[in-house]
Each structure stands twice: as C-alpha cells, then as structure tokens.
C-alpha cells in the first residue's frame, strides 16, 4: 500500500504544474474549499510566477496523460471546479508526443504474437493523432482495405493506476471533511472517472462499444460509425475502417466543399438527442476531433472509449425535463426532480419550480449565441446548494456531452436555437413513450413478466428493497486509510506528514527551479 508521503509528495508536484499555471488561485479563494485544502495549495505555489488569467488547460496538460483526462473529466463538474474552470477545461486536447515506432511495433507483435506485416502489407510509421492513452496508425490490411490502427502506450496502464490510486487518497480526505466537499461527493467522481478510464484501456471495450453504437443508429439519416476489423483487434490494438472527410472543426473546407452547414448542425444534435434519450447509449467524447463530414454530408464519428449509459426511467425524467424547460412547464420539471429524488422530500416543489424558472425564462427563445452559459451555470449551481441537490454522477457524461454538441452546433450555425432543434423530437418520444397505447402495451409486457417473475421476486425482496430514486446504485468505493484514521489507531500523529508536505514542496520547488521537474 502507498503510503501517505508518497501521496502528499506526488500532490505537491501536480500543484506546482497547477501553480505554474495559475489553476490554484480559484481554489484559494472559493470560501467552500476546507482550511487543509487551502493552506496545501498556498504551500504548493510557494515562490511560482503565476499568470494573471488561470490556464487550467495547459496545466494538466503538463501534469501528464492521467492529469489530462482527469481535466477532461473535471470538464463535466462546474459545480466542482467552478465555471471558468470547467469551460477552459473543455478546451483540453488530448495530444501528447508519439511514442517512437519500434515500440509501438513491439505492443503490436506482442499483442497478437506474429510480425506486423503477417497482419497489415503498409503501416505508416508516422502517426496520425498521439493522445494521452493510444495513438493512430494509418494501415492496410493484408486483404487491401484503408484502416485506422489505434495502439495503447506502452506502461499506460501502470502509470495510470498508480494516479488514480493517489486521486482516490485526496479525494476520501477532502470529502472526509464535509460541508459543501461532502455534498460534491469527490470519491465517488474519481471512482466513476477510473471506471471511464479503465474501459479506454482496453481497447475491446471501445470496439464492442462501437458496434453496439452502430446497431443502434442503423436508422439515422447520415450518421456513421466506421466497422471494427475485429480480427486485428485485442486489448491493445484497436483496427476500424479508415474514415476519409473533412474535420467538423474546419468550418471553411466545409463550406468550400459545397456542405450545408445548418443541416449539419441539427443533424448533429438530433443524432446525440436519439442516442442518449432512444437508445440511453450515446458517444460521450463527441469533441471537434472525432467527428468528420463525408463528401455526401454524412456525419463519421470515431473514438468510442468514453460511453455514457442511462436506464429508462431517467431517460423519460429527462425527456420530461427537457420538454418542460423548452415550454415553459416548470412545475413539472420540479415534481420530476421531487419524483426522482434529486431534492429531498423536505424542500417545496414550488419554492424549486420557481427557482427554476428564474434560471429557464432568460433563456427560452433565444439563439445559444445570444445565451451567457456562465450566467446560466451560475444560477444552476446557486439551485443546486440552495436546495441540497447531490451530484448525480450517472448524468455528468451526458451533460459534458450536451456542452460538446451544442459547442459545435453553434460553431457550424450561429443561429441555432437548441431548444427548437429538441422540442420535435423530445415531444415525440413522450408521446411514443408515454402516450395511452404505449402506457397500456407497456402495462401488459410489465403485468405478464411480473407473473413469471414472482418467485425470483420474493428471493429478491428477502434479501433487499431495491434502490430508491433515478440514480443508478453507487459503485464500491476502495478503502482509504485517513491520516487522523492511522492517529488514532497507532497513537502517533501526522504532524510528520504535514511537515514533510512542508519539506517536499521546497524540494519540489528546487526541484523545477532546477529543470528536474516538467
């Protein structure tokens, strides 16, 4: 087990690439973070040159491949890290230097335990992306088809799970010291970001990911996920079909090619509402990088290791919430949050429909482009405190997803109203889903598979009641030894630990002042 000087040593080195960076000053001055938290972060930036405007970006970026897709993770808690922070954050690019070739042959040969060239004729050396995890090879196969060849890093999976486990010591001692980092439920953050993590490490994952993805969207007009050679696949090699378009960044080749950029959009944002809200399965890395546009208009997404999942019952909540927000119905965007326990019992519904409305009016009617989303989260944020509202961890991957979307929606179509793109769609699932005809089929499916259930239901009900609420039950937390824990059970103090925090940080200074540390 690692011990906890080894933790406080590899905090303070990443606080000082936050430092660097100026990411540390908001969590100084937020009057929620605890007085520990603080004086480490003043101890961490002892004798830096901070920057006038914060780069939360550029300073996991730094940090290493585990920092940048914890950023990219944070991206999705405003109500963490703050607005700012989370917007810079989604700006995060996930590119590394490549690893040089003859490695990256290695893991190949390795992995599938014959030459390279048993298994594709070409194989470019150079790369075409090299991010955190894996990098992308273009090939052809021995049988003549373009393909994209993904390769994990070599030792990724160790260096990761030796961050992950110092992330999971920080958080259970921030959480440790409730109030408002309680309520944030940072444990279980970092237990569902190593979950997401540990599916982008086995690259089997994200290809049975992709073609569960590709069943599902069958029936949408221009929507392609490329088909997996699943032959040339195992854990640490990943091998699709090449995708030859244009990047849904580069708005210009865009429309120099003769695309139709608003179609564009609303196709986008449909393709994701049938995803999350139809099948409950939707790409949830859905960046400006991993889509491209064919000649034909015909939207390509690629890089399935990020998926979101939700179950029925939260999708219809959601389409009910959404519907609600787009026509103004906020007492029933309330009752839902009631229904689904995201507020406790104690609070009012129409104390919280109100609030909602404070938040939801401004908005409606208008094009994103005219919309402050920090003014928007601002108020979202001041909710969610004012009513004791927990983080929903099961619905954070949609929301970064929703931000993505809409991101590249307004960029292809600044004049986009995300609401009017919803509202069709929306209401026409509620009506599928929970019109008369479907309430009745539903009712009949539901009362027949009751009656061939009951003895398993009775085992079930003796053993426990099923989960309250729409969120999905928590997963295991590790177990985390607190430093006022291992006091108490010894006898010994951790003045000793604060004082080495103390010692390490001017080591860590020296250390970069130096060039020993990036």
């Known amino acids: ?14 606080g000082r690439g936050l430092a660097r960076h100026g990411a540390l000053r908001g969590i100084e001055r937020d009057p929620n973070t605890p007085a520990p938290v603080k004086r480490l972060a003043r101890i961490a930036r002892f004798g830096t040159i901070q920057p006038k405007e914060p780069d939360y970006a550029s300073a996991f970026r ?4 585990a920092a940048i897709k914890l950023g990219q993770s944070l991206a999705t808690r405003p109500d963490l890290v703050g607005a700012d922070a989370a917007h810079n954050l989604l700006s995060l690019q996930d590119d590394l230097p490549p690893v040089e070739f003859a490695k990256i042959r290695g893991v190949i040969e390795a992995s599938f335990d014959q030459p390279l060239e048993y298994l594709y004729s070409e194989f470019n050396p150079e790369p075409v992306g090299a991010a955190s995890i894996a990098q992308v090879h273009r090939a052809v196969t021995t049988e003549g088809r373009q393909v994209a060849v993904k390769v994990l890093r070599p030792g990724i999976r160790e260096k990761f799970a030796r961050d992950i486990e110092t992330y999971h010591w920080a958080a259970a001692h921030l959480e440790a010291m409730g109030g408002e980092a309680q309520r944030l439920r940072p444990r279980l953050t970092i237990a569902n970001f190593e979950r997401w993590t540990n599916r982008e490490l086995d690259l089997r994952r994200e290809a049975a990911s992709a073609s569960e993805l590709a069943e599902a969207m069958t029936a949408i007009d221009r929507y392609e996920i490329p088909p997996i050679d699943w032959d040339r696949t195992n854990g640490r090699v990943l091998t699709v079909d090449w995708v030859d378009g244009i990047k849904i960044s580069k708005r210009e080749e865009l429309l120099a090619a003769g695309h139709d950029l608003p179609d564009i959009a609303q196709r986008l944002v449909l393709a994701f509402l049938n995803q999350a809200i139809s099948a409950g399965f939707f790409h949830a890395d859905m960046h400006q990088g991993n889509l491209f546009v064919k000649a ?4 390509a997404a690629i890089d399935f290791g990020i998926m979101g999942r939700i179950n029925r019952q939260a999708r219809m909540w959601l389409a009910e919430i959404l519907y609600g927000l787009t026509t103004g119905n906020y007492k029933r965007v309330a009752e839902i949050h009631f229904e689904a326990q995201y507020v406790p019992s104690y609070h009012n519904v129409d104390e919280f429909a109100t609030a909602l409305r404070a938040v939801g009016e401004p908005m409606r009617g208008k094009p994103v482009s005219e919309l402050s989303v920090g003014q928007m989260l601002d108020g979202l944020f001041a909710i969610t405190r004012d009513f004791d509202m927990q983080t929903q961890p099961h619905l954070l991957l949609l929301q970064k997803t929703m931000v993505m979307v809409e991101g590249i929606a307004t960029q292809l179509n600044p004049e986009i109203n995300m609401w009017d793109v919803s509202a069709p769609y929306v209401r026409g699932w509620i009506r599928d889903e929970l019109g008369p005809e479907a309430a009745i089929a539903d009712r009949i499916r539901d009362d027949t598979q009751t009656l061939l259930r009951i003895p398993e239901l009775v085992r079930r009900i003796e053993d426990r009641f099923p989960p309250k609420g729409g969120a999905p039950e928590a997963p295991p937390l590790p177990d985390v030894e607190l430093m006022w824990d291992k006091r108490e059970r010894t006898g010994r103090g951790w003045f000793g630990y604060v004082l080495a ?5 001017g080591a860590v200074a020296g250390a970069t002042a130096l060039g020993w540390v990036g």
């Open 1 to 14: 087990m690692t011990r906890p000087a080894t933790h406080i040593w590899r905090l303070l080195k990443w």
């Open 62 to 65: 730094d940090i290493g491949p």
């Open 296 to 299: 034909d208009g015909t939207i």
């Open 501 to 505: 925090a103390a010692i390490g940080a």
